[in-house]
């Protein structure tokens, strides 16, 4: 009896969890990028808005040698490579020698305020990042 609650209960729950998801679902050809201030970035913003303390998701296309140099985010980031490498620094000033690569499936968490570059070195890169807002990006001064 406590087995078949259980089943129920985990049945009501992933179709609860469908029927929300549709409601907020995009198709590919409906994600609208928009010009990062940095040659070969775009994003879009997939839920938010990045403004108000809610959780918000953003997608990032990076093409072949586009850098976002390094730089902070007030919040925390989760961020999930869905395809190409993407090369990450760390630290106040770029280079080519001091990046990790991160294949597609790669997750990362980077901390509030951690200095961090993105690079697309070996050809274009997506990768979408979430957190919860406020956010936006302060740019390391040299």
């Known amino acids: ?54 959780l918000y998701t953003q997608r990032v ?25 993407l090369y990450i620094c760390t630290g106040d000033t770029f280079s080519p020698d001091a990046v990790k690569p991160y294949p597609a499936g790669s997750f990362l968490i980077t901390p509030a305020n951690v200095v961090h570059c993105s690079w697309a070195k070996d050809g274009d890169v997506v990768y979408q990042e979430s957190g919860i807002g406020p956010t936006g990006t302060t740019m390391v001064k040299k």
């Open 61 to 85: 296309r990076l093409a072949k040698d586009g850098l976002v140099p390094p730089h902070t985010h007030p919040d925390q980031r989760y961020t999930t490579v869905l395809s190409g490498t």
């Open 1 to 54: 009896m406590k087995t078949s609650r259980i089943v129920l209960a985990a049945a009501a729950a992933v179709g609860l969890g469908s029927v929300v998801w549709a409601q907020g679902a995009l198709q590919p050809v409906e994600v609208k990028y928009a010009a990062a201030p940095f040659k070969g970035v775009e994003a879009a913003v997939l839920s938010g808005p990045l403004d108000k303390q809610v």
